[in-house]
């Protein structure tokens, strides 16, 4: 079965970086649409970013210029590269996978999902 498994969430300072990776397994992962979602403490899970099977990004205004996400599909990892990080994106972290999601933003389009890594951001 499909499988997806967050790392690389901790404590980091205001204006810091960190890398969050998610390992899948159990589908044809070069064929997946792969996008990041998070969720604070009592607010919606919101879209952060994705990334096509062939390679294309977009990304939520709020993290745009600060977050990058990539694939290697040889190891059937995605990864999301946050640097400068404000205490507002505090949350938990979580991948999810879809062969064609539609719309790519929302979260109800991804069939398959993490457990989700914390990520907090605090002096």
């Known amino acids: 079965q499909v499988r997806l498994v967050e790392s690389g969430g901790g404590l980091v300072q205001p204006g810091g970086s960190l890398r969050v990776s998610c390992q899948a397994s159990g589908l044809t992962f070069s064929r997946y649409f792969m996008a990041w979602f998070r969720q604070a403490p009592g607010k919606d899970r919101e879209f952060v970013a994705f990334?096509?099977?062939?390679?294309?990004?977009n990304y939520a205004d709020a993290v745009k210029d600060r977050f990058t996400v990539s694939r290697d599909d040889a190891q059937s990892m995605v990864y999301l590269r946050m640097n400068s990080l404000k205490p507002e994106d505090t949350a938990v972290y979580y991948c999810?996978?879809?062969?064609?999601?539609?719309?790519?933003?929302?979260?109800?389009?991804?069939?398959?999902w993490g457990q989700g890594t914390q990520v907090t951001v605090s002096s």
């Open positions: 999810a996978a879809d062969v064609a999601p539609f719309p790519l933003t929302l979260s109800r389009a991804y069939g398959y």
């Open positions: 990334i096509t099977s062939s390679g294309s990004k």
